[in-house]
């Protein structure tokens, strides 16, 4: 009950202040309503992380969402695969063969069916983070027996490097196209207090 005052006292300054700041639109609302500050600015995230408002002030562009906090997954996904990629090739032995195996199997199980769900659902709020997992996972044991279907009838066979080669191209591929789709949601917010 409490949140839903707080969130339409929000709609309400925004409606009569569209350009206000966030810091003047958490101001207004906590004098507004009595309440501490901290407070509005929770239930403003919330509705931001919802969809409910959208809050300005970023470069809205495909450039500005590669190197904005936003894009920082496809960053941190192809930093796993280049580790993968060492890992599996450049380790033999010794202790860290462990860290081939689980670097080995994430690249595996995870990471195809992970770049094709954020492939397939760039907004991310299609989904829950735990049927984003057992899809990721699910997709992945889909992918990777096709690849090894079409590796079978190329000149290179199933072997280990045509393996690492086509599962990480594959995986990269589905990765930059996400990219490329969350970026479009990201410069499709209209830049309405400009000037």
């Given at each position: 009950?409490a949140n839903?005052l707080v969130?339409?006292?929000?709609?309400?300054?925004?409606?009569?202040?569209q350009?206000?700041?966030?810091?003047e639109?958490?101001?207004?609302?906590s004098?507004?309503?009595?309440?501490?500050?901290g407070?509005?600015a929770y239930?403003?995230?919330?509705?931001?992380?919802?969809?409910?408002?959208?809050?300005?002030?970023?470069?809205?562009?495909?450039?500005?969402y590669?190197?904005?906090?936003?894009?920082?997954?496809?960053?941190?996904?192809?930093?796993?695969?280049?580790?993968?990629?060492?890992?599996?090739?450049l380790?033999?032995g010794?202790?860290?063969?462990?860290?081939?195996y689980?670097?080995?199997?994430?690249?595996?199980l995870?990471?195809?069916?992970?770049?094709?769900?954020?492939?397939?659902y760039?907004?991310g709020?299609?989904?829950?983070?735990?049927?984003?997992?057992?899809?990721?996972?699910?997709?992945?044991?889909?992918?990777?027996?096709?690849?090894?279907?079409?590796?079978?009838?190329t000149?290179?066979?199933?072997?280990?490097?045509?393996i690492?080669?086509?599962?990480?191209?594959?995986?990269?591929?589905?990765?930059?196209?996400a990219?490329?789709?969350?970026a479009?949601?990201?410069?499709?917010?209209e830049e309405?207090?400009?000037?």
């Amino acid at each position: 009950m409490a949140n839903d005052l707080v969130r339409n006292a929000i709609k309400r300054v925004l409606a009569r202040h569209q350009c206000n700041s966030v810091k003047e639109l958490v101001s207004e609302v906590s004098r507004e309503l009595g309440i501490p500050r901290g407070l509005v600015a929770y239930e403003l995230m919330m509705m931001w992380k919802n969809g409910e408002v959208e809050l300005e002030g970023t470069p809205r562009n495909a450039i500005a969402y590669v190197f904005s906090i936003e894009g920082a997954w496809y960053w941190v996904s192809l930093a796993l695969v280049a580790l993968s990629i060492l890992s599996v090739t450049l380790i033999s032995g010794g202790p860290l063969i462990y860290v081939r195996y689980g670097l080995g199997a994430l690249m595996i199980l995870f990471m195809p069916g992970y770049a094709l769900i954020e492939t397939l659902y760039p907004r991310g709020d299609e989904l829950s983070p735990l049927e984003r997992l057992a899809l990721s996972i699910g997709l992945s044991l889909a992918i990777v027996p096709l690849i090894g279907l079409v590796l079978n009838y190329t000149p290179w066979g199933i072997r280990f490097i045509p393996i690492v080669v086509s599962t990480n191209a594959v995986t990269i591929a589905l990765l930059t196209t996400a990219l490329v789709r969350k970026a479009r949601i990201f410069e499709a917010g209209e830049e309405r207090c400009q000037g």
